[in-house]
């Protein structure tokens, strides 16, 4: 009886095998890819909900090439907002704004292909929060409780009560002088020390209990006329060269952190050192002479190299660490490497950051991301700062300080941003007065989605 069972359960364990064997005929994959067809997406929920928007999201679909999200305040989907009946797209989430507040919205999605189109997705029902009026806006330099966030100024700014230092007191913990800490303005001409500038952002620092972060003691943009056309001997120039950074140093003393000794030295193209008065009067060394001189000027304060494009050219960046690892081979001084984040709205991408920041990591370096601005329309596309664009500099400007928020705090130092209000940015007249909104504040010093941004990325 016992074996009769066991065998019938034996026959019809083979007989389903084959039956199983027969259904799934592995012979014609197409076939079975056009019987399943294109899957719908999952509606992973939304996130960032706000009283005025938030963020659809999905998962991709194999095969899909697009996908169609509609949005709507009806569950039924008899009416759409604006916009969003089959809105077209290829990313997998969207970031949804101006909406109603306390407001009931849904959304679903499908999945599309040059051949069919997926069913929908299961729908997604968002409620957006209560307004109660603007969000009291955190200050960035409380939000950011390890690393100093830092502006460029100009002395002119500093006055008592003006926007600028209203703005400066409450969002920002350590200022860089954009150009009057400059060698061509402290020392414009041979033996005349022009501390005026300089002294009154270094005092404005002191008197607000916000730190300084010099720029730049050597920088081929910025040699005073006398020096470019030095007519003594190399060693008359080497030693003119050691007495300003000795000057500079000894003056501010336990007033200025750090400084960035010398600023990019090396070239965009090749590898190779960018060929100056420096280099060509001190020889190819006087990167390493110059950050000796700055650390027998002074053993405390902080040495930085600073250059731009470190974390999208590659070639430059191999060049600059290499530059960095032989003084480190030769016991020169450095404590850290200033990042210029220069950057746009579509690049650096968050791999590129981590790679170049995992460098100076490596060589247990300070970092510091200094002029942080943010190009939204480098190819001149766009003549007022859409809506599309505002965000996608805000995401970048999250990515970058999301990126150094987290890095150790041995290695974190500041990231600085290059200026405050978007109108007065250097890049307009660099690239001829071209439309261009790159910084957290725009021209009525009113915050930007830049700004908010910011804070996203510390959180
Ligand atoms: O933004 C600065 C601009 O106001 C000055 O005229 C110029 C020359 O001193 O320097 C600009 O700042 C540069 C910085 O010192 C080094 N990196 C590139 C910056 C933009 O050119």
């Not at 999201?57 to 899909?64: D, E, G, L, M, Q």
């Not at 970031?95 to 507040?101: A, P, S």
């Not at 607000?208 to 190399?234: E, M």
């Amino acid at each position: 009886m016992k074996i009769k069972f066991i065998k019938s359960m034996y026959l019809l364990l083979i007989g389903s095998l084959f039956a199983l064997v027969n259904c799934a005929d592995p012979g014609d994959d197409t076939d079975i890819a056009s019987s399943i067809g294109l899957g719908s997406p999952i509606t992973s929920g939304a996130y960032d909900v706000t009283s005025s928007g938030f963020t659809a999201s999905w998962t991709r679909v194999y095969k899909a090439d697009s996908y169609e999200l509609d949005i709507s305040k009806d569950k039924n989907f008899e009416t759409f907002l604006a916009g969003y009946q089959a809105k077209s797209l290829t990313t997998f989430n969207e970031e949804v704004y101006g909406l109603d507040e306390t407001t009931d919205y849904f959304f679903r999605v499908r999945a599309v292909n040059s051949e069919e189109t997926s069913s929908n997705s299961g729908v997604i029902q968002v409620t957006t929060l209560a307004g109660g009026g603007p969000e009291p806006v955190k200050a960035l330099k409380d939000a950011a409780t390890t690393f100093f966030v830092g502006m460029s100024v100009k002395a002119d700014q500093l006055t008592s009560g003006s926007k600028y230092d209203e703005i400066l007191k409450r969002e920002f913990s350590s200022i860089t002088a954009e150009y009057e800490m400059k060698m061509n303005i402290i020392l414009p001409t041979k033996g005349n020390y022009d501390w005026s500038k300089s002294d009154a952002i270094v005092d404005y620092a002191i008197a607000n209990g916000i730190n300084v972060h010099g720029h730049a003691l050597v920088w081929h943009n910025s040699v005073p006329d006398w020096l470019k056309n030095y007519t003594g001997t190399n060693a008359e120039f080497e030693q003119e060269v050691k007495d300003y950074i000795t000057a500079v140093l000894t003056r501010y003393k336990g007033k200025v952190t750090s400084w960035d000794v010398v600023n990019e030295a090396i070239n965009d193209a090749g590898g190779t050192l960018r060929q100056t008065v420096f280099s060509e009067k001190m020889g190819d060394n006087y990167v390493a002479k110059c950050f000796q001189f700055a650390r027998e000027a002074d053993p405390d304060v902080l040495l930085f190299y600073n250059d731009y494009s470190v974390t999208t050219n590659d070639t430059k960046q191999t060049a600059i660490f290499k530059l960095i690892d032989d003084m480190k081979t030769n016991n020169v001084p450095i404590d850290g490497i200033g990042f210029q984040m220069h950057i746009q709205y579509n690049s650096p991408s968050v791999n590129q950051m981590e790679t170049a920041v995992n460098k100076a990591l490596d060589r247990g370096l300070k970092l510091h991301f200094s002029e942080l601005d943010v190009r939204a329309n480098p190819n001149k596309d766009i003549t007022t700062l859409t809506e599309e664009r505002a965000i996608a500099q805000k995401n970048k400007i999250k990515e970058v300080v999301a990126v150094y928020n987290a890095i150790p705090q041995a290695n974190k130092y500041a990231i600085s941003v290059w200026g405050m209000k978007d109108n007065e940015s250097w890049l307009l007249p660099f690239y001829d007065n071209y439309n261009e909104w790159p910084l957290l504040y725009d021209s009525n010093f009113e915050i930007k989605k830049a700004h908010t941004g910011f804070l996203e990325g510390l959180k």
